[in-house]
């Protein structure tokens, strides 16, 4: 079986090669690139299973930034971490509001980005684990195709990531009912803060809003969660 590719994009050498070195170690293929120019150039081409950016990249502040929307651009399934130094909540919430399906700080071990970077596989391999009759969900406006990883409302597909499918997945599982911010963090195999998810939750009713100006059924319930409605 062919190794996952993983490319890491980070200025910093020592940084981008112990990180090549302890995936390498688990068994993953990986590119390494010290800036976007270099990764968009290389990313030309077919796109890898993963990747890694870091938000600095030489004498661009906002490097990975621009780099994740262009990924975005092209494939919306494509999983994009990324780590950086930068801790702020600002930059946290840009991160994931430009797709990116989760957003670590460089203080984590390198066990703990493992298990981030597998949760991520997981849910793909997952999806495609399903039987037909098992993957496709029909809700109203809504169908869900688990193993393609696609969501449509009213006939019109959603570009929506890895991240923001399996939050969709929870809700519409469970009509009705109130989901907290914790269950939907396990639905998508996340470990973030509750400012996380709620930028997650903002950026799919936007998804929604952009197809069906009043879609109004992802409801926020105010001190306990988030319910698909109808």
Known sequence: MTSRVIAIVEDEALLRDNYREALERYGFATRGYASRSEAEQAFSGPLPDLVIIDIGLGDEPEGGFDLCRQLRSRSQQ???????ARDSDLDA????????????????????????ILA??????????NSRDKRLIRHGALEIDSEALTVSWRGQALALTVTEFWMVHALVAHPGHVRNRGQLMEAASLLVDDTTVTSHIKRIRRKFQAVDPIFDALETVHGAGYRWTR
């Open 120 to 129: 991520l596989f997981r849910r793909i391999d997952v999806a495609g684990d």
């Open 93 to 116: 919430v840009s991160g994931l509001r430009l797709g990116a399906d989760d957003y670590l700080t460089k203080d984590i071990s390198t066990q703990h980005l493992l298990a981030r």
């Open 78 to 84: 494509l999983p994009i971490i990324f780590l950086t």
